[in-house]
């Protein structure tokens, strides 16, 4: 079974432009969860979907968003982007989410640059 | 809020070693407790969870941790670490529904 892949691996973009990042999961995860690593912060919870709704949210401002597609396929997006959005982004699936005994399964992640 | 922490940010070892690394989460209640691993240049990987049941819970690669509900304690183990145990390891614990991670531990093992 394949994993969870996200594109691009690698992004640099200038402050002000919007990026959008994609994600797909795993065959038959219906549940996508977006987190932001960086040095400073660690890895922050940024939002979940399933079934194309988003079902939770981390404390982020409204420049980040998210959608979910039929097919569980997720994108990201950031709008007027800052240096300090500059982080690895992470996708991870799982059947249903995080309810009871679910694990998440990570992708290798999106490195954005932003100059 | 739910928080985590690893006391460590930073562990350097010699091969055959003992390793214990600390986690600690805010508070109690239902909690379900996982440790990931993140090898140089590879993706976060379930190294085991903790969900219910025997607290002594055991993963991948030989490691294994201990749930202690009264010290809010989740730390892993492993009696004997390798060269190729060398990666940065997180604590997480999944509250409301989305997961609340600890800042991770470099582990540097020296062959």
């Known amino acids: 079974k394949a994993g969870v892949t996200q594109t691009p691996r690698y992004l640099i973009k200038t402050r002000g432009q919007q990026v959008t990042l994609s994600c797909s999961p795993i065959?038959?995860?219906?549940?996508v969860s977006w987190y932001q690593q960086t040095p400073g912060q660690g890895l922050q919870f940024l939002f979940e979907y399933f079934s194309e709704t988003q079902r939770n949210k981390g404390n982020f401002p409204g420049r980040f968003s998210g959608r979910q597609f039929s097919n569980s396929r997720s994108e990201m997006n950031v709008s007027t982007l800052e240096l300090g959005d500059s982080a690895l982004y992470l996708c991870?699936?799982?059947?249903?989410?995080?309810?009871?005994?679910?694990?998440?399964?990570f992708g290798p992640g999106t490195r954005l640059l932003v100059l | 809020a739910q928080s985590v922490s690893q006391h460590n940010h930073h562990v350097i070892l010699s091969e055959a070693a003992s390793l214990e690394l600390g986690c600690n989460y805010s508070y109690g209640g239902t909690v379900n407790l996982f440790w990931y691993v993140q090898y140089p240049g590879q993706h976060l990987q379930l190294l085991l969870k903790y969900f219910s049941g025997d607290p002594l819970v055991k993963g991948i690669k030989g490691f294994e941790a201990e749930f202690i509900k009264s010290k809010f304690s989740f730390n892993l183990r492993k009696p004997s670490v390798q060269w190729s145990d060398t990666a940065e390891y997180f604590c997480?614990?999944?509250?409301?529904?989305?997961?609340?991670w600890g800042a991770g531990t470099k582990l540097i093992i020296k062959p």
């Open positions: 997480a614990v999944n509250s409301n529904y989305q997961l609340i």
């Open positions: 065959s038959g995860h219906r549940s």
């Open positions: 991870a699936s799982s059947l249903e989410g995080l309810a009871g005994d679910e694990t998440q399964y």
